[in-house]
């Protein structure tokens, strides 16, 4: 059965209440941003939501290899592994806000690669080389949990195919439509095989920016900043685009992205973004809208989705509102 997160920021005073909302709900996994100048500290949020909850899976989505050294990043997810009795999944990615507000750009590609093999040879308890050190965490094999899983973030091919060797799972962030997303698996997949690995023991997902509401006009409004957020990974690097229906909207998007406004609709990089373009990228109108749109990525082999909802600056009310059929009328209907 697939899993379906939710991904919401972990104010300071909330985390508790939200993950407690989310399993009660009836959410699988719940995800909080890494995103240090916007929120709270990710593994504090993590720690209080694993003392509040009993089933649901936890983790950052996503953290980068930049703020923090692969030993502290292993080591504070295995410590939520430990507190929550082995919940815990490692979001990573090259990193956006994050390091758009320290004056930095996403992480190169073969400084994640490095990264994330190091951060799997932490939690597996073997060496890492250091600069010439043999260093090694000594506490995690000793924890007594199992390993924690990789799930990483990914956009361009290199990306998914490298992932698809080094990680355990994989959440693309292609955006809704199906051509896409099936492009993103057959890459993932080819590249496991040519690894000489299985490809049906990699863990394959979504991120997918959803709403629920009878009004169609509404729901696209509720979503539009978040909608920026993600379509703005496909223009950011050079060659992710090309050929896309929506190359010139991703990478206009990229160009002028106004991270003083991220995740929020007001920002000048969808300004001009049309309706038609948010229905191909995003999910959002009635409920069983939402279920045969969403039940089309499922048909594809996909293991997990992530919800992405409202923007940081929709109106709370439609905002909740969504959130709530999401949880009562469309989750039944694709379980």
Request: one cysteine or more.
């Amino acid at each position: 059965m697939a899993e379906f997160w939710y991904l919401t920021f972990p104010a300071p005073g909330t985390p508790a209440t939200s993950a407690r909302n989310a399993e009660q709900a009836g959410w699988d996994g719940l995800f909080f941003p890494d995103t240090q100048n916007l929120s709270g500290d990710v593994y504090s949020a993590l720690a209080l939501a694993a003392s509040a909850t009993e089933r649901i899976l936890l983790g950052p989505g996503v953290t980068n290899p930049v703020t923090r050294h692969p030993s502290v990043t292993a080591s504070a997810i295995a410590t939520i592994q430990v507190e929550s009795g082995g919940r815990a999944v490692l979001g990573m990615g090259r990193g956006d806000s994050s390091l758009a507000y320290i004056g930095r750009k996403p992480a190169p590609v073969k400084i994640f690669e490095q990264y994330l093999g190091d951060v799997q040879r932490y939690l597996r308890g073997d060496a890492v080389d250091i600069s010439g050190y043999d260093s090694r965490n000594t506490w995690i094999a000793e924890s007594g949990q199992p390993k924690v899983p990789v799930d990483v973030a990914t956009t361009g091919p290199r990306m998914i195919a490298l992932s698809a060797v080094h990680a355990e799972r994989i959440t693309f962030a292609v955006g809704a439509e199906p051509k896409r997303v099936a492009g993103a698996i057959e890459t993932a997949r080819t590249a496991r095989s040519a690894a000489g690995l299985d490809p049906d023991d990699l863990a394959l997902g979504c991120y997918v920016n959803c709403t629920a509401n009878p009004d169609m006009r509404i729901a696209r409004e509720v979503i539009l900043g978040t909608v920026g957020v993600f379509a703005h990974f496909s223009g950011m690097s050079g060659g992710t685009a090309a050929g896309l229906e929506d190359q010139a909207i991703f990478e206009s998007i990229a160009a002028n992205y106004d991270m003083a406004n991220h995740a929020r609709s007001k920002a000048a990089h969808v300004a001009d973004v049309g309706d038609d373009f948010v229905d191909r990228f995003a999910i959002a109108g009635p409920s069983d809208y939402c279920v045969d749109r969403l039940g089309e990525l499922l048909d594809l082999g996909l293991n997990h989705l992530v919800f992405v909802t409202a923007s940081r600056d929709a109106d709370p009310k439609q905002a909740a509102e969504g959130n709530e059929r999401l949880a009562s009328e469309v989750l039944p209907q694709l379980r």
